[in-house]
């Protein structure tokens, strides 16, 4: 088994991602190196992916560091340990070999689906804000990715929920979410740098700086409500004052991280 990483700055982290996933015979792993840099790792048998040795190469306008080296045989029950369970309020998110809480609602996603299971910090913010809203109507969520937030949305009550993403693969891992986890979720492909995503009175996304920034300067009809996160607490201010017509209602940190909520003026 192979395992190649690739690490990026995080400013150029979404388009090098929405290359990458063109290649994940294994699955892929994201991980944070320090608040500037991130790390995807994709894994393959010999010859689904090449053994590039240690380059810096570019992706686009970014460029990368890449390493390659051996997976030790015991790598599928390394994958599996390192994907375990998120719980945040009534809601589990798990892989199917993870147990279901008692009582809980429970999001089953399989991790070689586009990103994971959950385990980062900024999915966790939103689902701290979203599990505490009481459910009024229609939600999107704008980058859904693996369909993580739509699906635990549509589990608490949101209904219609709108999930819309540039990649293909999030598209198809989304749609492949809601029917596991026997759920209704509209999903669509689109380019939040260039248009608006589906309009509901209440929006997740958990994005970068960067491309809430382009949401932003992209917007004519607000929503009611919008959790925005993938920022460091620093850059909510920034974020927070580019979205007219919106004020900045609740903020959420941990491990570095942010997740505002604003509503409408």
């Given at each position: 088994?192979i395992?190649v990483?690739?690490r990026?700055?995080?400013?150029?982290?979404e388009?090098?991602?929405?290359e990458?996933?063109?290649l994940?015979?294994g699955g892929l792993?994201?991980?944070?190196?320090?608040p500037a840099?991130?790390?995807?790792?994709?894994y393959g048998?010999?010859g689904?992916?090449p053994?590039l040795?240690s380059?810096?190469?570019?992706?686009g306008?970014?460029?990368?560091?890449v390493s390659t080296s051996?997976?030790?045989?015991?790598?599928d029950?390394?994958?599996r340990?390192?994907h375990t369970?998120?719980?945040v309020?009534?809601v589990?998110?798990r892989?199917?070999w993870?147990?279901p809480?008692a009582?809980?609602l429970d999001v089953?996603?399989?991790p070689?689906?586009a990103?994971?299971?959950?385990?980062?910090?900024?999915?966790?913010?939103?689902?701290?804000?979203l599990?505490?809203l009481e459910p009024a109507g229609?939600l999107a969520?704008?980058?859904?990715?693996?369909?993580?937030?739509?699906?635990?949305?549509?589990?608490l009550?949101?209904a219609?929920v709108?999930?819309?993403?540039h990649d293909?693969?999030?598209?198809e891992?989304t749609i492949?979410?809601?029917a596991?986890?026997?759920v209704?979720?509209?999903?669509s492909r689109c380019d939040?740098?260039?248009?608006?995503g589906?309009?509901?009175?209440t929006?997740?996304a958990n994005?970068v700086r960067?491309?809430?920034l382009?949401?932003?300067?992209t917007?004519?009809?607000?929503?009611e409500?919008?959790?925005?996160?993938g920022l460091h607490?620093?850059?909510?201010?920034e974020?927070?004052?580019?979205?007219?017509?919106?004020r900045?209602?609740?903020?959420v940190?941990r491990?570095?991280?942010?997740?505002v909520?604003?509503v409408?003026?």
């Open positions: 088994m395992r990483a690739v990026v700055a995080r400013e150029h982290a388009p090098v991602l929405a990458l996933l063109e994940v015979p792993e994201e991980r944070e190196v320090d840099t991130v790390e995807y790792v994709l048998a010999e689904e992916l053994a040795g380059i810096r190469a570019a992706a306008p970014a460029l990368v560091d051996q997976v030790p045989d015991d790598w029950e390394r994958w340990s390192f369970a998120l719980d309020g009534p589990r998110v892989p199917p993870e147990p809480r009582g809980a089953v996603i399989d070689g689906q990103f994971g299971t959950g385990s980062h910090p900024t999915t966790r913010l939103v689902l701290e804000l599990t505490t229609a969520d704008w980058g859904c990715g693996s369909g993580i937030l739509a699906i635990a949305a549509a589990k009550g949101w219609p709108l999930g819309c993403d293909p693969a999030a598209v891992a492949a979410g809601a596991a986890n026997e209704e979720i509209a999903v939040l740098r260039r248009e608006e589906p309009h509901a009175p929006v997740l994005l960067p491309l809430l382009d949401v932003a300067a917007l004519t009809r607000p929503p409500r919008l959790i925005a996160s607490p620093g850059e909510v201010g974020v927070a004052a580019a979205f007219a017509g919106l900045e209602a609740r903020r940190e491990g570095g991280w942010a997740a909520e604003l409408r003026v």
